[in-house]
Nanobody
Framework: QVRLVESGGGLVQPGGSLRLSCAASRSIFNINYMGWYRQAPGKQRELVATITSDNDTDYADSVKGRFTISRDNAKNTVSLQMNSLKPEDTAVYYC?????????WGQGTLVTVSS
């Protein structure tokens, strides 16, 4: 129903910053929840941040104060600004769109935080 494509991942040193972008194939105006999740090797996928259609946000405790999620309905994009990155932030980051009848995921983009 909607295609999601993440971009912006890469290799960054601890303390650095990255901005991830999620491009949707159609309007996200009516998608209540957009979110970012991540999955490290050998670990379960975990929620990083969500944003509602009313721009209410929620963050995992581990990223509060460092990450910021935002959405641009006019451009059909959701972004994740990541600052003060730590090695434990290393993971594949996935974009998610969710409504009562929709649960779509992107292919993921790899973020590696290492010296």
């Amino acid at each position: 129903q909607v295609r999601l494509v993440e971009s912006g991942g890469g290799l960054v040193q601890p303390g650095g910053s990255l901005r991830l972008s999620c491009a949707a194939s159609r309007s996200i105006f009516n998608i209540n929840y957009m979110g970012w999740y991540r999955q490290a090797p050998g670990k379960q996928r975990e929620l990083v941040a969500t944003i509602t259609s009313d721009n209410d946000t929620d963050y995992a405790d581990s990223v509060k104060g460092r990450f910021t999620i935002s959405r641009d309905n006019a451009k059909n994009t959701v972004s994740l600004q990541m600052n003060s990155l730590k090695p434990e932030d290393t993971a594949v980051y996935y974009c998610n769109a969710r409504t009562r009848v929709l649960d779509a995921w992107g292919q993921g983009t790899l973020v590696t935080v290492s010296s």
